[in-house]
């Protein structure tokens, strides 16, 4: 299984990429994860490749539980985006809801660099739901 994660802004705070790495190397023995920064969201789709499912991450997309976001885990390759502090536009949500999901972490909105590692601690958590182990509790 591929995992990308297209995010605009870089996380810079060290705890947070100690953190970061810490969960990625868990999801390693589940997946190949990548991550990438982009200049534009115009460039996600560029990036994007044509079997890859997308799921972008917006406030306006539908909120999942723990299990539901699990789900998200059968597709063969996914691409999550992350947006920038002020969301995606009207137009890459729309087609993204063409080529894939809109999902929402919460109604909260949060700082991108959270939302990444929030992302990165489901992701751990949906392949640990899906192998039964006891993170997921």
Known sequence: MKIKL???G??????LL????EL????SSFAE?????VEKEEHIFKKLNHDERLILLDVSGKELSSSEFSRILDYPKIAFAIGSH???????LQEAGKKGDIISLSKLTFPHRLCKIILIEQIYR??????NLPYAK
Request: charged share 45%; with cysteine; aromatic share 12%.
């Open 10 to 15: 870089k996380i810079k705070e060290k705890d």
């Open 18 to 21: 100690s953190y970061e790495r």
């Open 6 to 8: 297209f995010t605009i």
């Open 86 to 92: 002020e969301g995606f536009s009207k137009k890459t």
């Open 126 to 131: 949906g392949f640990c739901i899906k192998n």
């Open 33 to 37: 994860l990548s991550d990438e920064v």
């Open 24 to 27: 990625k190397k868990r999801i």
